[in-house]
């Protein structure tokens, strides 16, 4: 447990506190749903939320073996996805993760045209708004004095 929090009886945070979980114990992942974690404690199974649990990369835990299966067979080291701000997702499972042809391919599936978006943009109501595009920023091998990722400030 990264953190103390209470064991709820359901994934919920109006469900009744059946235990509590304290910071630094070793608890058993059984399953995430939403914003919660279902683990086992102390002789207690309940829920807590997701960011109070922190998932070692050796655990033989479903969830973790799970997550090292998303995207198949084996993995291919020159194909690499950065992910920020993935919520549910520790350093250990996005390390574990691997890439998936299949699962690329079936985003597809949720392509939108142009004008499937502006019906939807019309039945939603929503207004227009024309915004000028950002200038590119310079790439980091061009002139950088100050070995910035921002260039020289200039976007």
């Keep these: 447990m990264i ?3 209470d064991l709820r009886a359901s994934a919920a945070s109006g469900s009744t ?3 509590q979980a304290s910071k630094g114990a070793t608890v058993e992942v059984l399953q995430r749903q939403g914003g919660w974690t279902q ?3 102390a002789g207690k199974t309940g829920w807590v939320r997701i960011l109070s649990v922190r998932v070692a990369a050796e655990s033989g835990s479903n969830l973790l073996g799970g997550l090292a299966q998303m995207g198949g ?3 291919d080291s020159r194909r690499v996805v950065a992910v920020a701000g993935l919520r549910g997702l520790n350093e250990e499972e996005l ?3 691997r890439f998936s042809a299949t699962e690329l391919a079936r985003l597809d599936q949720f392509v939108s045209s142009r004008a499937d978006a502006e019906q939807f943009a019309r039945n939603a109501k929503l207004k227009r708004v024309d915004m000028a595009y950002i200038k590119e920023a310079k790439r980091e091998t061009e002139s950088n004095p100050n070995n910035s990722i921002w260039g020289d ?3």
């Design 3 to 5: 953190k103390n929090d």
């Design 73 to 75: 067979s084996r993995p």
């Design 153 to 155: 400030g200039n976007l």
């Design 95 to 97: 390390r574990g993760a």
């Design 17 to 19: 506190v059946v235990g």
């Design 39 to 41: 683990i086992k404690h």
